[in-house]
């Protein structure tokens, strides 16, 4: 059984940073570019990062220079490292292994001073 599980999220002030983490049981991450996204309040889901197989990484540009995807095979987890955060960065953070369905219940991110 497929399991995603994201934590790292939390209440910071805005400039601040935080790291989310996306754990996998069930499935090798490491097989599927992997995606994060997120939802705010009242908002469509969108999304903020890729990672490709091989490495390469893309970012809308409403977070680039700001958001780094990473991923860590040893440990079957991908990263997703926010610095500079906005209020409007503000929303519920989900994982997602591209091209399937597979979905954790997403980590809250609330970026307010």
């Known amino acids: 059984q497929v399991q995603l599980v994201e934590s790292g999220g939390g209440l910071v002030q805005p400039g601040g940073s935080l790291r989310l983490s996306c754990a996998a049981s069930g499935m090798i991450l490491n097989s599927y570019p992997m995606a994060w996204h997120r939802q705010a309040a009242g908002n469509q889901r969108e999304w903020v990062a890729t990672i490709a197989i091989g490495g390469g990484t893309n970012y809308p540009n409403s977070v680039k220079g700001r958001f780094t995807i990473s991923r860590d095979s040893a440990k079957n987890t991908v990263y997703l490292q926010m610095n500079s955060l906005k209020p409007e960065d503000t929303a519920v953070y989900y994982c997602?292994?591209?091209?399937?369905?597979?979905w954790g219940k997403g980590t809250l991110v609330t970026v307010s001073s």
């Open positions: 997602n292994p591209m091209g399937t369905n597979y």
